[in-house]
């Protein structure tokens, strides 16, 4: 008998293995079948290395205990609850934006219970989903008229396709970005089936580049905010005031690509340069696309707003069914809007995260501080104290502008360091993603609740 042989025959038989206790303890997460069907995966993988001569001994114990990780793993939720330490407040990695305890509410609500999505109450007849939201953007940004899809990246598109198929739109070479997971303008402006004409250079887009471009078949001058893309040091663009006067004088429509949009003016916070949404409408922008779970502080989706006749066109257009947004989705974002309406935004927790007090940070993170010492005192070579960070909006808004705050710089000992640290927070039951700063470990408090808070302190106790 070969050798390969003689490790496949001691290889445990599926029925040995799942009536083994600690397996069929996995039954109540998993399910039988899925854990046998795991089992079975790791097996045939153990054969597969016998047989090419990768693995050249078997060990029982250690196949029980990749079975019992393999299991483990796929027990827990995927998309689980993380503490943001990072000082990123609209964090694209951890969710966006955190919803307000009303939103949370009304889809709470909407999933239970059923609603009137798409049902007028007052006629008896069917209604339309986006009646819901419509008035209160209108109020909010002086709009005529309003509409959401599931993104931004939706909202550009039906546009482009409704506004501008099979005809040309101008944009500035400047604005050709990419961002995201690929979302590249330029694509999305060839499958809209508009064709795209650029003008100006890179750095520098005068009134006249577009006033040359446009000819007979031009349907709409399209304006893209960079996101977190800068050119530094020679650079211009034309006036939003200016572009609209132009398009209007010769029958164009102008649209503008926001990207994370928002109602109100942070400039007393020290984020400036940016337009609300609003200030677009009143500069003749004809119709605005923006998300909503960024800035604004509510769940995903993609805001137009604009001219009534101009939103009517995208209504009626076939690829609004393919992107509509969901019951949930609406009512955390008609919640998330009254708060605007009711001048209730500090509820809002990106924008509460913003407005913090510097003075307010400063004693969560002394609070914090003094917590971790208290549980680090008995322990050699470790070293906490509260310092001065730079927090970011994120989100792709305001990327030249930082936020003072403070965070709590942790020093391991000599024997593990800060990344090491990092690593093993990130495995914790409730994962703490933080930065690091040389050899030390950093916690933003900006986006660190008091709830997220004790919860660190609780996990770290039992961590060292």
Same mark, same amino acid.
């Given at each position: 008998?070969?050798?390969?042989?003689?490790?496949?025959?001691?290889?445990?038989?599926?029925?040995?293995?799942?009536?083994?206790?600690?397996?069929?303890?996995?039954?109540?997460?998993?399910? +039988?079948?899925?854990?046998?069907s795991l089992i079975e995966e790791i097996l045939t993988s153990c054969r597969e290395d016998i047989l090419s001569g990768n693995r050249k001994e078997l060990d029982v114990e250690v196949l029980m205990n990749e079975i019992k990780d393999v299991?483990?793993?796929?027990?827990?939720?995927?998309?689980?609850?993380?503490?943001?330490?990072?000082?990123?407040?609209?964090?694209?990695?951890?969710?966006?934006?955190?919803?307000?305890?009303?939103?949370?509410?009304?889809?709470?609500?909407?999933?239970?219970?059923?609603?009137?999505?798409?049902?007028?109450?007052?006629?008896?007849?069917?209604?339309?989903?986006?009646?819901?939201?419509?008035?209160?953007?209108?109020?909010?940004?002086?709009?005529?008229?309003?509409?959401?899809?599931?993104?931004?990246?939706?909202?550009?598109?039906?546009?482009?396709?409704?506004?501008?198929?099979?005809?040309?739109?101008?944009?500035?070479?400047?604005?050709?970005?990419?961002?995201?997971?690929?979302? +590249?303008?330029?694509?999305?402006?060839?499958?809209?089936?508009?064709?795209?004409?650029?003008?100006?250079?890179?750095?520098?887009?005068?009134?006249? *580049?577009?006033?040359?471009?446009?000819?007979?078949?031009?349907?709409?001058?399209?304006?893209?905010?960079?996101?977190?893309?800068?050119? $530094?040091?020679?650079?211009?663009?034309?006036?939003?005031?200016?572009?609209?006067?132009?398009?209007?004088?010769?029958?164009?429509?102008?649209?503008?690509?926001?990207?994370?949009?928002?109602?109100?003016?942070?400039?007393?916070?020290?984020?400036?340069?940016?337009?609300?949404?609003?200030?677009?409408?009143?500069?003749?922008?004809?119709?605005?696309?923006?998300?909503?779970?960024?800035?604004?502080?509510?769940?995903?989706?993609?805001?137009?707003?604009?001219?009534? *006749?101009?939103?009517?066109?995208?209504?009626?257009?076939?690829?609004?069914?393919?992107?509509?947004?969901?019951?949930?989705?609406?009512?955390?974002?008609?919640?998330?809007? +009254?708060?605007?309406?009711?001048?209730?935004?500090?509820?809002?927790?990106?924008?509460?995260?913003?407005?913090?007090?510097?003075?307010?940070?400063?004693?969560?993170?002394?609070?914090?501080?003094?917590?971790?010492?208290?549980?680090?005192?008995?322990?050699?070579?470790?070293?906490?104290?509260?310092?001065?960070?730079?927090?970011?909006?994120?989100?792709?808004?305001?990327?030249? *502008?930082?936020?003072?705050?403070?965070? $709590?710089?942790?020093?391991?000992?000599?024997?593990?360091?800060?990344?090491?640290?990092?690593?093993?927070?990130?495995?914790?039951?409730?994962?703490?993603?933080?930065?690091?700063?040389?050899?030390?470990?950093?916690?933003?408090?900006?986006?660190?609740s008091a709830e997220d808070c004790q919860i660190l302190i609780s996990q770290m106790g039992r961590m060292v």
């Amino acid at each position: 008998m070969s050798e390969a042989s003689k490790l496949l025959r001691n290889i445990p038989s599926m029925d040995r293995i799942l009536s083994l206790e600690w397996v069929q303890s996995y039954y109540a997460a998993l399910g +039988r079948r899925a854990v046998k069907s795991l089992i079975e995966e790791i097996l045939t993988s153990c054969r597969e290395d016998i047989l090419s001569g990768n693995r050249k001994e078997l060990d029982v114990e250690v196949l029980m205990n990749e079975i019992k990780d393999v299991l483990e793993e796929k027990s827990k939720q995927s998309l689980r609850r993380v503490i943001n330490a990072t000082g990123v407040i609209v964090h694209t990695n951890l969710g966006r934006s955190c919803l307000a305890e009303e939103a949370i509410e009304a889809v709470s609500e909407a999933s239970r219970y059923y609603s009137n999505l798409e049902y007028d109450l007052e006629a008896g007849r069917r209604g339309h989903r986006y009646d819901h939201v419509e008035w209160l953007l209108c109020q909010l940004t002086g709009a005529e008229a309003a509409l959401v899809v599931n993104n931004n990246a939706s909202a550009v598109l039906l546009c482009l396709a409704a506004l501008a198929a099979n005809g040309e739109a101008i944009i500035s070479r400047g604005e050709l970005i990419e961002i995201g997971e690929s979302f +590249r303008i330029p694509d999305i402006m060839a499958f809209s089936g508009a064709k795209m004409v650029e003008v100006g250079t890179t750095n520098r887009t005068h009134l006249y *580049d577009y006033e040359r471009a446009i000819t007979e078949n031009t349907k709409i001058i399209l304006k893209v905010h960079p996101s977190n893309y800068r050119i $530094v040091g020679f650079h211009s663009q034309v006036e939003r005031k200016d572009l609209t006067n132009l398009a209007h004088s010769r029958g164009l429509l102008v649209m503008e690509d926001l990207g994370s949009g928002f109602l109100v003016d942070l400039s007393s916070y020290g984020l400036r340069g940016e337009p609300t949404i609003g200030q677009c409408i009143e500069d003749g922008v004809d119709v605005v696309t923006f998300s909503g779970d960024k800035l604004l502080g509510g769940p995903q989706i993609g805001g137009i707003v604009g001219k009534k *006749d101009i939103v009517s066109k995208l209504k009626r257009h076939p690829l609004l069914r393919a992107v509509r947004v969901d019951k949930m989705t609406l009512a955390a974002l008609e919640s998330t809007l +009254r708060l605007y309406l009711r001048e209730d935004i500090a509820k809002i927790p990106t924008i509460r995260m913003i407005m913090t007090d510097i003075e307010d940070l400063q004693r969560k993170a002394a609070g914090l501080a003094n917590s971790l010492k208290e549980l680090l005192s008995e322990k050699k070579g470790w070293l906490v104290e509260t310092v001065k960070v730079k927090d970011v909006v994120g989100g792709g808004a305001f990327p030249d *502008d930082e936020l003072d705050g403070f965070g $709590v710089a942790i020093r391991p000992p000599r024997d593990m360091s800060a990344s090491t640290l990092v690593s093993q927070l990130r495995d914790l039951e409730t994962p703490v993603v933080a930065n690091v700063d040389q050899d030390k470990l950093i916690f933003h408090v900006r986006t660190m609740s008091a709830e997220d808070c004790q919860i660190l302190i609780s996990q770290m106790g039992r961590m060292v």
